[in-house]
T-cell receptor
Framework: RKEVEQDPGPFNVPEGATVAFNCTYS??????FFWYRQDCRKEPKLLMS?????NEDGRFTAQLNRASQYISLLIRDSKLSDSATYLC??????????WGAGTKLIIKP | EPEVTQTPSHQVTQMGQEVILRCVPI?????FYWYRQILGQKVEFLVS????????KSEIFDDQFSVERPDGSNFTLKIRSTKLEDSAMYFC?????????????FGSGTQLSVL
């Protein structure tokens, strides 16, 4: 089983719609969780950390479900500029960052 | 916002040659990293560096690879005897010490092509 697993997509979503995707992780002792965004052939950039209580940053909401070992990202009122690959990153018990392969999101006008 | 800079942006080399990829981390950061990403694949951790020594390294980071902080600003990745499969985007990253070191700041990467 992969340590961090994501649906590769692509998710094709009309502009203005809401989209959500999940990421599952295998190590129950994982310590912290993040969503990064990566544009094509660019560097990853931190979108948001994911806290146990869930957190929101504008149109973006992240949730953590420790019992089921997944995190989620919800994007409301999607914009064309949200088109990117979203990378799930988990810090494991050895303090290593484990990266998912990413979910590709395409927002269509 | 301060940024991590990497040079060159593109590097083409012949198989068997040595390459040095250069990075200038953000000045007050203390943790430094190298990652690579083969086209279409996931970001892979290579090595982390703290207090002038390697703190963690992955299975990928074998004897072919080495890192150095030759002065107070540069952080380099040397790849000896390059192979075709070393072709990838190499990202340098840095982070602050303490609880807020969760955020990695990435450079824009060096695209390495081994022919």
């Amino acid at each position: 089983r992969k340590e961090v697993e994501q649906d590769p997509g692509p998710f094709n979503v009309p502009e203005g719609a809401t989209v959500a995707f999940n990421c599952t992780y295998s190590n129950s002792a994982s310590q912290s969780f993040f969503w990064y965004r990566q544009d094509c052939r660019k560097e990853p950039k931190l979108l948001m950390s994911v806290y146990s209580s869930g957190n929101e940053d504008g149109r973006f909401t992240a949730q953590l479900n420790r019992a089921s070992q997944y995190i989620s990202l919800l994007i409301r009122d999607s914009k064309l500029s949200d088109s990117a690959t979203y990378l799930c990153v988990v810090r494991d018990s050895n303090y290593q960052l484990i990266w998912g392969a990413g979910t590709k999101l395409i927002i269509k006008p | 916002e301060p940024e991590v800079t990497q040079t060159p942006s593109h590097q083409v080399t012949q198989m068997g040659q040595e390459v040095i990829l250069r990075c200038v981390p953000i000045s007050n950061h203390l943790y430094f990293y190298w990652y690579r990403q083969i086209l279409g694949q996931k970001v892979e951790f290579l090595v982390s560096f703290y207090n002038n020594e390697i703190s963690e390294k992955s299975e990928i980071f074998d004897d072919q690879f080495s890192v150095e902080r030759p002065d107070g600003s540069n952080f380099t990745l040397k790849i000896r005897s390059t192979k075709l499969e070393d072709s990838a985007m190499y990202f340098c990253a840095s982070s602050e010490p303490g609880p807020i070191n969760e955020k990695l700041f990435f450079g824009s990467g060096t695209q390495l092509s081994v022919l």
